[in-house]
């Protein structure tokens, strides 16, 4: 079985995908899978559901929700329940079951270390498989309390590292005239990270494109004037300055 949350949430079984209708339970399920192989305490879980609106029922309640998750995870060919009542909460045992944030965090790690190790190739693929588990955004447009929304925050930056590194592989590959494409989107999505247009500048220069790498320059200087009142990092500015320059330094075979 797998549980699939890097899009909305879901579970796999078979090459049969099943989701969860009922928002408080789906909470639940994401809660309990975020931490999994871990006690996640009642208290925990119930300021995910209500927050600060919390039921006199409770309680009441949240046996109802885990009464119907276990249903909705029991499996014939499984005796045992991947749910478990352990004080003060409640624990989800992964078991030989796969999570799809784990399965990216260790493709990501994989990518990192074969940068270190200049194998440029052997990463990019790392980077590429690991971004290729995502439906969209993290448990869909789920939000809960504290446990959910820092984790979906903390994997909408996982991924951007994500994609800021496998341009950097393919920078270095020679891929620049097909990362063009792809870098625009990304810049006009994430208007405040800076190293995505710095990406975008090289990987235009390289494609002998050097007045729209300029340009690319211009938009991000007035974009972070504009937002915030800054003037471009050093690592924007600097290749700025060796675009105009035409620096041989910018080369694919000098880099």
Request: glycine content about 6%; charged content about 25%; hydrophobic content about 40%.
């Amino acid at each position: 079985m797998r549980y699939e949350v890097l899009g909305p949430l879901r579970v796999t079984d078979g090459g049969t995908h099943t989701s969860i209708s009922a928002q408080k339970i789906e909470t639940v399920l994401s809660v309990l899978l975020i931490r999994s192989d871990q006690i996640v305490a009642l208290s925990q879980l119930m300021d995910e559901i209500w927050g600060e609106d919390l039921p006199h029922t409770a309680t009441a309640g949240l046996h109802v929700y885990i009464s119907q998750l276990r249903k909705f995870l029991r499996r014939p060919d499984r005796p045992d329940n991947p749910i478990v009542t352990r004080p003060p909460g409640y624990l989800l045992r992964r078991g030989t079951d796969e999570i799809d944030f784990h399965i990216f965090q260790q493709l990501v790690n994989q990518g990192r270390s074969s940068m270190r190790q200049q194998q440029h190739e052997e990463a990019m693929y790392c980077f590429e498989d690991a971004l290729r588990l995502w439906r969209g955004p993290v448990l869909g447009d789920l939000r809960g309390g504290y446990i959910v929304d820092s984790f979906v925050t903390h994997m909408a930056e996982a991924r951007l590292e994500c994609q800021e590194m496998l341009a950097e592989a393919q920078l270095v590959l020679g891929h620049h005239r097909e990362l063009v494409g792809r870098l625009y989107p990304l810049v006009a999505e994430n208007p405040l990270y800076e190293a995505f247009y710095r990406q975008l500048m090289l990987a235009l220069y390289r494609s002998e494109r050097q007045a729209d790498a300029l340009k690319v320059y211009q938009t991000a200087r007035s974009t972070l004037r504009e937002e915030l009142g800054l003037e471009p990092c050093q690592a924007l500015r600097d290749l700025q300055r060796a675009i105009l320059a035409a620096d041989g330094r910018l080369q694919l075979n000098a880099a």
